[in-house]
């Protein structure tokens, strides 16, 4: 029997880069993936979301070019090609993990891994057995799945998941989107800009429930305004064939609803997938989280470790699960590393983008912490006019006492890319003074967190009083 060092079971983020440590360390790995390389992230999520964002956002910007002095008339776009370019990146991407794993000499079976005891492992091709390998260590990184809903009508045509909305041949003309969570919200900026008249449908209060308040408040007008319609405090309670189209009930706080839709898109979260595996004849513990996991991502069951996703470290994002594939597989190795989860950042790519690390105001009034907190408007910054793009503001909060930066909440343009230097305050404990004394380049869109640590610090310079 073929004997290995290191399994690790799921080929997405948090697995193949778990392989690819696991080998740069001298562990003999084999990586089992039944599906495609580089998992949801790569297939079926952040890549594909990211390339029609990016031709929406390249969409919306042409169609205001004229403000900068260029001409656009006869501008539209080709919804099949930019799919095609979607594949493009894929492909290119996923080829470049196999490439990667095979420069690692990384052993990768193409089928499913079923642990049959913490060392033996069954791979098995199209239900198939082909083999038993012995192990030492087993990362498990099965990643999730959608949750869906027990309502009548979820199995009809035109209700989709996120998979099959990204593989959409046309844009759909009316759009319904059940869920104003991160994938629901980018889903509708995507096809809100090409021309689909959408609505979000969100049960709490609010959509992005998880993001700070103030920046969730600030950017559902902005979305507004780009016309699509947000319904918060709304239930469904089912879907039926309408006479043109799906037939969508929902409750309202002023009574039932129906509104006719086209395509529903269903985006209600995601639960852990443990990828067939017995966890309870193993002795692995979970719960609906995931598989209870300690500091060292090591499960109940020691030698085996469980990563990303599947694992109940709370935030289901690409980054998270590649950070913890990188310390479960050192710590195979024999390292002692934590996974520390104070400052992770996590992205939403509406347009405008949100971005956010650390504690939103919320938590940390519920922690007790007194709060200074500086904020500034992308209007008082001149990158963001030059570029048009002034819509959304930098908000940090602060311990009043200490001046440690808690949170940093970024909405507007390159949120996603400006978050960084709030990750690294986070991480390292920085104090808003200690980031109003860094020289920050100019014109440049992170002047405004520069701005905002000011506001907190001393004062902002541009703001007039
Ligand atoms: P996955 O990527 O899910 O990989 C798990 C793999 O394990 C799968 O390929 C599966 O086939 C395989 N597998 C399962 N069981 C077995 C078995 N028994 N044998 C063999 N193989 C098995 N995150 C971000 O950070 N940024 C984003 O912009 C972002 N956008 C997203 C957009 C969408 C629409 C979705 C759905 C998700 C998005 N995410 C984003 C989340 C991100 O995709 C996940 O957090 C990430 O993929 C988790 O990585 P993972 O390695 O834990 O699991």
Redesign the pocket.
């Known amino acids: 029997m073929e004997h290995y060092q290191l399994a690790v079971?799921?080929?997405?983020?948090?697995?193949?880069t778990a392989a690819l440590r696991g080998s740069a360390l001298g562990l003999k790995t084999i990586l089992?993936?039944?599906?495609?390389?580089?998992?949801?992230?790569?297939?079926?999520?952040?890549i594909?979301?990211?390339v029609l964002t990016n031709s929406a956002g390249l969409f919306k910007k042409i169609k205001g070019a004229e403000d900068f002095g260029i001409e656009t008339q006869g501008l539209s776009f080709s919804f099949s090609k930019i799919q095609e370019r979607k594949k493009y990146v894929i492909d290119n991407l996923v080829q470049g993990v196999d490439g990667l794993l095979k420069g690692a000499k990384v052993d990768v079976f193409s089928?499913?891994?079923?642990l049959i005891t913490p060392t033996k492992l069954e791979l098995k091709r199209d239900s198939a057995e082909v083999k038993e390998v012995s192990v030492e260590k087993v990362i498990l990184?099965?990643?999730?799945q959608?949750v869906k809903l027990p309502l009548e009508g979820m199995d009809l045509p035109g209700v989709l998941t996120?998979?099959e909305a990204?593989s959409l041949e046309e844009v759909p003309k009316n759009l319904t989107i059940i869920g104003g969570g991160?994938?629901g919200m980018?889903?509708a900026s995507v096809f809100a800009s090409f021309g689909s008249s959408v609505t979000v449908v969100e049960l709490l209060p609010r959509i992005l429930p998880t993001v700070d308040a103030e920046m969730s408040r600030r950017l559902t007008p902005l979305l507004r305004k780009q016309g699509i319609n947000i319904m918060t405090k709304t239930k469904l309670e089912g879907i039926k064939e309408g006479e043109s189209g799906l037939s969508v009930q929902v409750t309202t706080g002023k009574g039932e609803e129906r509104l006719s839709a086209d395509t529903v898109l269903i985006s209600v979260g995601?639960r852990p997938?443990?990828?067939?595996?017995d966890l309870d004849s193993l002795g692995i513990e979970y719960d609906k989280t995931g598989i209870k996991v300690n500091e060292n991502m090591e499960t109940t069951v020691p030698g085996i470790y469980a990563?990303?996703?599947?694992?109940s470290s709370g935030h289901?994002?690409?980054?998270?699960?590649t950070h913890q594939?990188v310390i479960a597989a050192e710590n195979v190795a024999g390292a002692n590393e934590v996974y520390k989860e104070e400052a992770v950042p996590?992205?939403i790519?509406t347009s405008p983008e949100l971005a956010s690390v650390g504690l939103t105001e919320e938590d940390a009034k519920e922690k007790g912490y007194k709060l200074k907190i500086g904020k500034f408007p992308f209007t008082a910054n001149g990158k963001a006019f030059i570029q048009g793009e002034s819509e959304g503001s930098v908000k940090i909060i602060a311990d009043e006492e200490k001046g440690t930066i808690l949170g940093v909440h970024i909405l507007g343009p390159h949120a996603s890319d400006l978050i960084q230097e709030g990750t690294v305050a986070v991480a390292n404990k920085v104090t808003a003074h200690n980031l109003a004394d860094i020289i920050h380049p100019h014109p440049t869109l992170c002047e405004a967190t520069w701005e905002a640590a000011m506001a907190i610090s001393k004062s902002p310079i541009h703001i007039r009083k």
Request: hydrophobic residues 35%; aromatic residues 6%; negative net charge.
């Open positions: 079971i799921g080929g997405g983020p948090g697995g193949y089992v993936e039944r599906d495609a390389l580089g998992g949801t992230c790569l297939n079926y999520g952040c594909p979301t990211k089928g499913e891994g079923r990184a099965t990643g999730s959608e996120s998979k990204l991160v994938i980018e889903m995601r997938d443990f990828g067939g595996q990563v990303g996703d599947v694992a289901l994002l690409a980054h998270v699960a594939g996590a992205c790519f």
